[in-house]
């Protein structure tokens, strides 16, 4: 099999680039949660992680003080999600109602 047979089996594998099912469904479920969720949840790991350092458990406190990153990483996709939609249909079936205005007055 040489590189192009390869590559051209890759382009018509998914040829219109859509997300599949399982995918749609974690974003329809995770565009209901409030993006705030993830910003008191990362500010909530740092403060026990804190709290594990003053106790002197330091490997608790290292462990938990790594979830921060995730956290704020998953609301940049809930809120990507929530921009764009699934598959970046603006409008889609998807979409929760009132996540345009969410977006809009987030920066209020």
Same mark, same amino acid.
């Given at each position: 099999?040489?590189? !192009?047979?390869?590559?051209?089996?890759?382009?018509?594998?998914?040829?219109?680039?859509? #997300?599949?099912?399982?995918?749609?469904?974690? #974003?329809? *479920?995770?565009?209901?949660?409030? !993006?705030? @969720?993830?910003?008191?949840?990362? +500010?909530? !790991?740092?403060?026990? %992680?804190?709290? +594990?350092?003053?106790?002197?458990?330091?490997?608790?406190? @290292?462990?938990?003080?790594?979830?921060?990153?995730?956290? +704020?990483?998953?609301?940049? *996709?809930?809120? +990507?999600?929530?921009?764009?939609? %699934?598959?970046?249909?603006?409008?889609?079936?998807?979409?929760?109602?009132?996540?345009?205005? #969410?977006?809009?007055?987030?920066?209020?």
């Amino acid at each position: 099999m040489d590189a !192009s047979n390869l590559k051209e089996k890759a382009d018509n594998f998914n040829p219109d680039h859509k #997300e599949g099912p399982v995918a749609r469904a974690i #974003e329809e *479920y995770t565009a209901k949660l409030p !993006s705030d @969720l993830f910003l008191w949840a990362a +500010l909530g !790991s740092m403060a026990v %992680s804190a709290t +594990l350092k003053v106790m002197k458990k330091d490997d608790e406190a @290292l462990f938990v003080g790594q979830w921060p990153a995730p956290f +704020l990483l998953l609301g940049l *996709y809930n809120k +990507l999600v929530k921009v764009k939609g %699934s598959d970046g249909e603006k409008d889609g079936p998807n979409r929760p109602a009132g996540a345009n205005a #969410e977006i809009r007055n987030a920066g209020h």
